[in-house]
């Protein structure tokens, strides 16, 4: 039981989320119409600027001693990993404002970015699950892209929502966080990207 609750962790690490978001962005609306070459050289992109950077940077932290382990179970050593993931969404960004993405797609990169800038604030005066925080932030921004595009993949609702209670019971069982730090992180990832998708469906409008 306890591999299984290690391998959810792992499978569903907070640095793969942005790429999950982006995958299923790439999958699920018409940006699928893109080319393969291109969504590839998207989906590698983020991947490595969003999860391997900062995975290859945290790494060489617990080498160093500076952090105690890849998980970050220390409280205080969350500080400078959290800062490496959000500037590496910062980057990710710039870079896909660059390439002239639609609004509603940076919306819901920025609003993945928002959240961890809050668990990090929160992270100074109360331990939160970024794991929870990391699948409420893809639950949330697939809720917006169906509200933005008026579509219900009740399919992709149902597996994100049973991947979301795994991922809960996985870190409760492994006791790195209580059920109110994975609530707490949920809902503060599922309203920062559900919120930057209303508020880019607004824009459309304005």
């Not at 945290?58 to 500076?66: D, E, G, L, P, S």
């Not at 992709?156 to 609530?183: D, E």
Request: with cysteine; aromatic share 16%.
């Amino acid at each position: 039981m306890k591999l299984i609750a290690n391998l959810i962790s792992g499978l569903f690490h907070p640095l793969l989320m942005v790429t999950y978001g982006v995958f299923i962005a790439l999958g699920f609306t018409y940006l699928a119409v893109y080319p393969t070459t291109v969504k590839l050289f998207l989906l590698v992109g983020i991947f490595l600027t969003t999860a391997v950077l900062p995975g290859i940077l945290v790494f060489a932290m617990v080498r160093m001693k500076t952090v105690s382990d890849f998980e970050l179970t220390d409280r205080k050593g969350r500080v400078i990993p959290y800062l490496l993931f959000i500037t590496s969404i910062l980057f990710s960004l710039f870079c896909l404002y660059r390439m002239m993405m639609p609004m509603w797609f940076l919306s819901l990169i920025l609003g993945f970015c928002v959240a961890f800038v809050i668990t990090l604030l929160i992270n100074f005066c109360w331990k939160i699950s970024a794991h929870a925080v990391g699948i409420g932030t893809l639950l949330g921004a697939v809720m917006g892209l169906a509200r933005i595009h008026f579509a219900n993949p009740y399919l992709l609702f149902i597996i994100l929502i049973l991947i979301a209670g795994s991922i809960g019971t996985a870190r409760i069982f492994l006791q790195r966080n209580t059920p109110m730090q994975v609530y707490g992180g949920f809902s503060l990832g599922f309203i920062c990207t559900f919120a930057s998708a209303f508020l880019s469906y607004v824009y459309l409008f304005i």
